[in-house]
């Protein structure tokens, strides 16, 4: 049989990243995928007991990271082709009383909206939006090199102390900045509940109790890019557009992906210099064996995954009837009240139980990218935070809480479906129990996942990880596939120096 270069087992955006540059570099590359389609993470597809003229994103569905990552500033996906639209209002959080915080992409816009605390809001956030290249790099960073924490900061990679030393105080303030909003002083710098919410909002989407430092680090990266260049994108189309280019790049450049190719054992390998695995430490562990050294398998075996997820996803006849109609002009609403009530919710689930109002994520593609809408039905997307393997469908429970802030909500919604956090997997097994972030986002695996060691990519001589279970953690972002396979070529293949990722 045929000695291959390199075998990615999964196509996620992490898996295509890994593929995409280790066949860039010249090398034979095979994906591996065990769904009918690639994509992982970020699949559109149609759901056929939905409507027959509408597409879904099945997980992620906006996109901050897919045009501020290293990686994909480096792939550049508009060369590519993808259109990323933004709307004028990233994200908002409606409250009761007529009331809304609103982040606009212009910052000064949304100081202005946040009245007395629109200082303090621009205080915080002006500083990393302005630095938004040295702020992603540090937070999509490899955790461990000082190479790999300064990747697309200004002035070029870390081997030149210019782009160091530009690193230094967007650092330091994001570090302070997460102090304070990863902790108990993180009540001091706001006093209404528009600031208060609308950040914690965006620090909900890391699925821990609140306040936390993995919290904090999600909130000030996501608020900073909101009001960078790129804003919270959607790929015109939906979450595919990034992976169906990420797959025409591949195979302009000799590359092969399988679909339907469930790995199970090492046996379904195909002979590889390097296999490059896009799953959980879980899932590699019980293809890999003892091909992994003891020590390691023990580090593996404590990874621990995290509470979890339950899809609901909605065909309406009107766009939602919010309260505050300005709502309606963001893409991603975080419908979760106050931050009070964002907390209680966050606990519950930490607790293990079902809150009686969940923290609701949800998006309206059509707002920026009309197309998603057909005559009067139009897609929505949205997901709940439920404890980790939770059966519950969370369709009545999302629709409540959608009603708070948009009575007659109800009244539009013409069709729904929940998958419940338990079937998450079926669909793609990196996320067990419904964890989508494919990890607990505790401040320790926020910097030692998957285990401690010096390389979190590399398993043994051959056998990488490069999914979200390892850093920078989850997002569509491709950095960890990027990560590994550059350690792959000059580990296995002795290439140093990869060629850009860029169309020609
Ligand atoms: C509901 C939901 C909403 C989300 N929203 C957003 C968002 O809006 N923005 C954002 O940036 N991120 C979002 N995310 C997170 C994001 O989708 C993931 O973090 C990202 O896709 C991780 O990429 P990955 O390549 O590591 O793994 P994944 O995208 O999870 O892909 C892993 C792939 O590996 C395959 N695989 C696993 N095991 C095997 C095996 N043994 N054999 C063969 N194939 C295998 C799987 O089928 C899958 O295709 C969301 C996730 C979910 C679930």
Not at 58 to 76: G, I, T
Request: glycine share 12%.
């Amino acid at each position: 049989m045929t000695l291959l270069d390199a075998v990615v087992v999964g196509s996620g955006p992490n898996g295509l990243a890994a593929a995409v540059t280790l066949a860039r570099a010249g090398l034979g590359v095979r994906v591996l995928e065990a769904q009918p389609t690639a994509g992982g993470g970020a699949r559109t597809l149609p759901v056929p007991e939905l409507a027959d003229d509408l597409v879904f994103d099945l997980c992620s569905a906006v996109h901050p990271m897919a045009w501020a990552s290293p990686f994909f500033r480096a792939f550049d996906l508009g060369a590519h082709g993808v259109e990323l639209v933004a709307p004028e209002i990233a994200y908002a959080q409606p409250l009761g009383g007529g009331r809304a915080g609103l982040a606009f992409r212009d910052l000064d816009r949304t100081a202005d909206g946040l009245g007395p605390d629109g200082d303090a809001w621009r205080d915080l956030i002006a500083p990393l939006a302005d630095s938004w290249r040295e702020v992603t790099a540090l937070a999509l960073g490899d955790k461990r090199t000082v190479r790999g924490m300064l990747e697309g900061v200004r002035g070029g990679p870390a081997s030149s102390a210019w782009g160091a030393a530009s690193a230094v105080r967007p650092g330091l303030r994001f570090g302070a900045a997460l102090l304070e909003q990863g902790g108990p002083r993180w009540d001091r710098r706001f006093l209404t509940e528009e600031a208060k919410a609308l950040l914690t909002g965006v620090a909900a989407h890391a699925i821990t109790p609140l306040p936390s430092y993995a919290g904090a680090g999600t909130a000030l990266l996501l608020a900073a890019l909101a009001h960078a260049d790129g804003g919270w994108a959607v790929p015109v189309g939906g979450s595919q557009a990034v992976t169906d280019a990420l797959v025409r790049d591949l195979e302009a450049h000799g590359g092969t992906i399988e679909t339907g190719r469930a790995v199970e054992d090492w046996h379904d390998l195909p002979p590889a210099r390097a296999v490059l695995f896009d799953t959980t430490p879980r899932a590699v562990l019980s293809i890999m064996g003892d091909r992994i050294s003891v020590p390691r398998r023990a580090a593996l075996r404590r990874f621990r995954y995290g509470n979890a997820a339950a899809k609901v996803d909605f065909v309406l006849s009107e766009p939602v009837p919010w309260t505050v109609p300005d709502v309606g002009r963001a893409s991603t609403v975080h419908v979760g009240g106050t931050r009070a009530e964002m907390v209680i919710a966050e606990d519950a689930v930490a607790n293990g139980t079902h809150p009686d109002r969940p923290m609701v994520l949800l998006s309206d593609p059509g707002v920026a990218d009309p197309g998603r809408v057909r005559g009067n039905r139009r897609p929505l997307w949205t997901y709940a935070h439920v404890p980790a393997g939770s059966t519950q469908d969370l369709t009545e429970a999302v629709t409540r809480q959608i009603e708070r802030f948009a009575p007659g909500f109800r009244d539009v919604v013409v069709g729904s479906r929940c998958i419940p956090a338990s079937h998450m997997e079926l669909h793609n097994a990196n996320y067990p129990g419904g964890d989508i972030s494919s990890g607990a986002a505790s401040i320790w695996q926020m910097f030692a996942r998957p285990t401690p060691a010096p390389d979190p990519y590399q398993l043994a001589e051959g056998v990488y990880l490069c999914s979200a279970s390892t850093p920078p953690g989850p997002g569509v972002h491709g950095m960890g596939g990027w990560h590994a396979a550059r350690r792959a070529l000059l580990r296995e293949f002795d290439i140093r120096h990869v060629l850009g990722l860029a169309p020609a």
